[in-house]
Every structure is written in C-alpha cells, then in structure tokens.
C-alpha cells in the first residue's frame, strides 16, 4: 500500500506527531514496506473467527470505591514540568 | 571480591545466610565493577549507591535479627530494566521523554524484591520504551556485547542481559512484548525466562503494549531464573490480568532434576517437539547447528525427541506488529508533557504542548510504532489490518496448543542469528521486526519461554536455544533447562573481553 503525504499528515495528527521534511519521507518508505509485507495477513481466510484480545478470557475486576490513598498532591506534582500552587500549569483551552 | 562476583545469585544468598559474604560487601563488590568496567558496556543507565549500600546494611540488620532469613536471594545485589517504578529513583525508559522521571510509587516486582531481601543496584539500559531488538535506540547510548564489544547485546532488554553476562549484577529483571528478554539472554550467553502472561503483575511496568508484555528475571542459571521468579510471581489487585493465586513453587524441581542426572538418562519421559519449518531457509548454520546439535544431546539422554511442524510460522510477526504498535500508540497517547516528563520549550499553545513535547521526546522508533499502531486502529483500516491481526492471533495460539497437547516442550531457537555488529541492521526497520519471528507467537500465545546457552557460532558468539511449554508449565521448563545446565557447561563459559576474572 502506498502511502501518500495527504495520509502521512492524517497519521501524524492522530499521533500527535509533528515531522521534518525527512522525517515524513523516511516513514512514507519504511511504513510502505512495513504494511507491505502485513498484507501477507491476507492470505488467511479469517472470516467469522474471533478476535483474540488477550491471551485469556480475563474479566474486569471490581472492587468498592473506597478512597485508600493518602494525600500525596506533592508527590504526584513533584514531576510536574510545570506547575502554579498546587496546580498544573498548562496553556489556556478555552477562549 | 572476584570470589562473589563468581558465584550464582543463589551462591551468593547462601554466602549471605552463612555469614562468610557481608550484604555490604557484596553490594560493595558489585558497585565497583560497575564503576571499573560498566564504562565500555553501558549496561547501566543509573547507579544508586548510597542508597545500594544503605539498603545492604538494612538487609545485614533484618538477617541478623533473624528476619526473612530464609529468601534464597536475601542480600544479593539486583537491577532491573529501566521500565519498572522504582519509588523516588530515575526511571526513563531509556527515552528523553522521560529524563529525570522519579515514579511516585514502587512496581509490584519492585516491592516484592525489596521484601525479598534484594539490594538494589541500579537501573538497567534497554532499547527506548522497550521497542528495539539491539538496545540501539536507547536515548542514553548502545549496550555494548560483553562478548564483543563491536556487537549488539540485543534487546529490548540488552542493559539486563549484559549486566549479568559481565558479572555487573547477579542477576536481573527485563520484560518481554516478544522476545525482549529471550533474545538479549540468547545474544549473552545467559539464562532468561518470559513467564505465563498473567503471572507476573505489571503494575509499574511502564506499558508498551498490555496484552504482550511480561517482566521476568534473566541470569546466569535457570535456578537464579526459578528463585527470582518465585519471588515476583503471583496475584497482584493492582493488575486484572495477574490471574496466578500463588507465586510459583519450584521447591523440589532442583532435587527432581538432580535425581535424574544421577541416573544417566535424565530427559526419559519428556516428549520435545522439534519443528522442522523453524530450521528451513533463514536461519543461521551456527545457530542451526547448535539447536539441533542440543536435540540430539537431549535424545541421548532419553528425551522422546519428535520432528513435526507449527504451522503459522511466517505470520506471527506481521500479526505481533499490527497488534503491539496499536496497543502502543494507545499506551504512549499519555506522554502529552502536562503531568510527567518532557515538556518542548517551544510550544505556544495546548496543542502544541502534545505536538512538539512528543515530537521532540521520542525518538524515531517509537514514533515508527507510534504512527503504525495509530493507522491500524484508524477508520478504513481497522477491519484490514487491527481485527484481521487480532483472528490470526486466534489461529497462532491455537496451533500452539495443539503441538503442546502432545509434547512437554517445544525446541526452538531463539534468533536467526548470534548477536551482529552494531550499526548493522538498524537502518532496516523491516529487517529488524522480521528477526523477531521465533520469539513473538510465545507474547501472542501468553506462552512461557526459557532462552539459555547452547552453543558457541560465528565469532564465538553464544548460541541460545528456547523451550517453550504450556501455560503455567514453568516448573516444568525450569527442570528441563535445569538438567541440560547440569550436564553442560556453555551457561558457565564467560566474557572474556574484560578480563575481570569471572
């Protein structure tokens, strides 16, 4: 399949990517050749058969929502790379 | 101080326990090879001494008032890949995207070491968010192969691997998406385990891709392997897919593998599956030779050794790639430099925080991956690529139960080749993913895996070779692993390019 610069720019957005120039020329080849050679896939008849997920049919475990941590707002801030108070600081996101 | 460097893990505990070694001198010795030798393998991406040294002289004080004495691995020394949270300590991933990360909180493995009794030296190199087969893409420089230092030491977990194949650690902890901890294992010269998928807990294993990954402990026998993995295994609430009520029990499968040495024909009663579509075109005549070399040894010793086929073989690694990147690029969509790590200077805007902090934090393989797994999983291509990957996964898992309804173990190898040059094929992405095709069904299957030596190749490289049993069938493999390293002694031929007496 060939991979054109209209979808590179749609993968990158879904990927939350900005590339050079090289960047997007380099993946337009080694992801061409890497779908390429998945398409080998296709030669299985897989109609009708299951999707396996997981290694084994694992259900959600529930528990009680119960609170059992601590306060640890200065921990988990303490990697912020930017933060105001006890707060985040991120750009603004609404108008 | 080359007498502890010497010794297995277990060796060492027994050592500890007998009070001959001091917990602080054996974190000691290990502590200064690193420092001497760790310079021209890079195996370590951070070193905690102080914290090393105090932890053994906690470790001194709990044995002597009696307590936890009797943990096999009570004082020895460790590291793990740097993808497993360790409270208050560097953990990077071997990404930029994470340089400087401190994890509030302990992985369940890292908890169940420190309550094991274990010290924990440092944090071992890997390739950058555990995608790489050479540790080449690790943000912080290759690991060089204690074996050549011109070579690979493999990977993902490269770091682990030569840690302990350069007497840098005692033994260690890696984990496998598909083949991370076999193939580096292979690559050095030591001993590996992938575990059950399901068995050891994943919580504050920084995620690659969920349904795949597995942590497991790489050293220089399979009986420091078993000893490791019985202290990390079992049920963790923290992880819904840690299924395992009780850790593993290998109590007895040392004394059971023992026994039958004595009697002559120790594999008598084990039926081993040889696959003959795994040695056709593709594989390397050294690595050929040593695998098959190791059937015919396990025949004399009165294993029921039987030529048959897996079928699927050359559609397990497209399959693992469609499902591993979309898994990833749902796991990595959380590094959007808000809470944790890396954050570009440049941005101007919310959105640009998530453009520019990812596009400058990640290095070129993961962004490969990423981009992958966000086309597979995107409208229009979902049915083709995700879903279609996801029924051959069904068909692999199944022609693996099969052949293991008939067969103990199946014998594979590990990689098509001995470890290569660095530089050598990671220009070649396809290339790279296609040399994972004996290790990838076992993460597709949740099948376990044991890679350990069989052989020297090319170079004198070693040559390891993969038993790969049923779910939950690890004492099992570990008695056969355990039986080959008792009437072998490639697991015990060491690196010699350092020239540090071990």
Redesign the interface.
């Known amino acids: 399949m060939r991979i054109s610069d209209e979808l590179i720019g749609?993968?990158?957005e879904?990927?939350?990517?900005?590339?050079s120039e090289d960047?997007k020329e380099?993946?337009k080849k080694?992801?061409t050749?890497?779908?390429d050679?998945?398409d080998?896939?296709?030669?299985?008849d897989?109609r009708g058969?299951?999707?396996?997920?997981?290694?084994?049919d694992?259900a959600?475990?529930f528990?009680e929502d119960a609170p059992a941590n601590g306060d640890?707002r200065q921990?988990?801030l303490?990697?912020?790379?930017?933060r105001k108070g006890d707060f985040?600081k991120?750009?603004?996101?609404v108008e | 101080m080359d007498d502890i460097r010497s010794m297995t893990a277990l060796e060492l505990g027994g050592a500890i326990r007998a009070g001959t070694v001091g917990c602080a001198e054996a974190a000691r010795a290990y502590l200064d090879a690193v420092k001497e030798f760790d310079g021209d393998i890079g195996a370590y991406i951070s070193v905690f001494e102080d914290e090393a040294l105090a932890e053994a002289e906690e470790a001194q004080r709990r044995l002597a008032a009696g307590g936890l004495g009797d943990s096999p691995l009570f004082g020895v020394p460790t590291a793990v890949k740097d993808v497993i949270c360790v409270k208050g300590r560097r953990t990077t991933a071997a990404s930029k995207m994470l340089d400087g990360?401190?994890p509030?909180y302990d992985a369940h493995v890292a908890e169940r070491l420190a309550a094991a009794g274990a010290v924990m030296l440092g944090k071992l190199n890997l390739d950058e968010f555990a995608m790489g087969g050479s540790t080449e893409t690790s943000y912080y420089g290759v690991t060089r192969n204690p074996w050549d230092l011109s070579r690979v030491s493999g990977g993902s977990s490269g770091g682990s691997a030569a840690a302990v194949a350069a007497g840098l650690a005692p033994y260690a902890l890696g984990s496998d998406t598909g083949g991370s901890i076999r193939q580096p294992s292979a690559f050095c010269g030591v001993t590996g385990i992938k575990p059950t998928?399901?068995s050891v807990s994943r919580y504050g294993l920084l995620a690659y891709a969920s349904?795949l990954d597995q942590i497991g402990p790489i050293g220089r026998d399979v009986w420091d392997c078993a000893a490791a993995l019985a202290a990390i295994s079992g049920k963790d609430?923290r992880d819904?897919?840690s299924?395992m009520e009780a850790p593993f029990d290998f109590s007895g499968v040392r004394e059971g593998a023992e026994a039958a040495v004595s009697l002559g024909t120790p594999y008598r009663g084990f039926k081993v599956a040889l696959p003959k579509n795994y040695f056709d075109a593709g594989l390397s005549e050294d690595v050929k030779a040593a695998t098959l070399g190791a059937a015919r040894e396990m025949e004399r010793l009165g294993a029921d050794v039987e030529e048959t086929g897996i079928p699927?073989l050359?559609?397990a690694?497209?399959?693992y790639?469609?499902i591993a990147c979309a898994e990833a690029?749902s796991n990595l969509?959380r590094y959007?430099?808000?809470?944790?790590?890396?954050?570009s200077e440049k941005?101007?805007?919310?959105l640009?925080?998530?453009?520019?902090s990812?596009?400058e934090g990640?290095g070129?393989e993961v962004?490969?991956r990423?981009?992958?797994g966000?086309?597979v999983l995107?409208s229009g291509y979902f049915d083709a690529?995700y879903?279609?990957?996801?029924?051959?996964?069904?068909?692999i898992?199944r022609a693996f139960d099969e052949v293991l309804g008939k067969y103990d173990f199946i014998l594979s190898p590990v990689s098509p080749t001995v470890a290569y040059k660095i530089g050598g094929q990671i220009e070649d992405?396809?290339a790279m993913?296609?040399a994972d095709i004996y290790t990838v069904s076992l993460n597709?299957?949740?099948l376990p895996g044991v890679a350990l030596p069989c052989g020297f190749g090319e170079g004198g490289m070693p040559v390891g070779m993969q038993l790969i049993g049923g779910?939950f069938s690890e004492p099992l493999l570990v008695k056969a692993a355990g039986i080959w390293q008792s009437v072998t002694d490639y697991h015990k031929k060491r690196a010699k390019v350092l020239g540090n007496g071990i």
């Open positions: 749609y993968i990158c879904l990927s939350r990517l900005e590339l960047e380099g993946r080694d992801l050749d890497i779908l050679y998945m080998k896939l296709n030669e299985l897989t058969l299951p999707e396996m997920t997981h290694p084994f694992a959600n475990r528990r640890r921990e988990m303490a990697n912020a790379p930017d985040f991120v750009f603004k996101t | 990360f401190k509030p998928y399901g349904s609430r819904s897919t299924v699927l050359e559609y690694v497209p399959a790639y469609i690029s969509s959007d430099g808000v809470k944790y790590g890396f954050r941005a101007e805007d919310v640009g925080v998530y453009y520019k990812r596009s990640f070129t962004k490969r990423v981009m992958l966000s086309f995107s690529y879903k279609k990957a996801l029924q051959v996964r069904g068909l898992k992405p396809l993913y296609m597709l299957a949740g779910a």
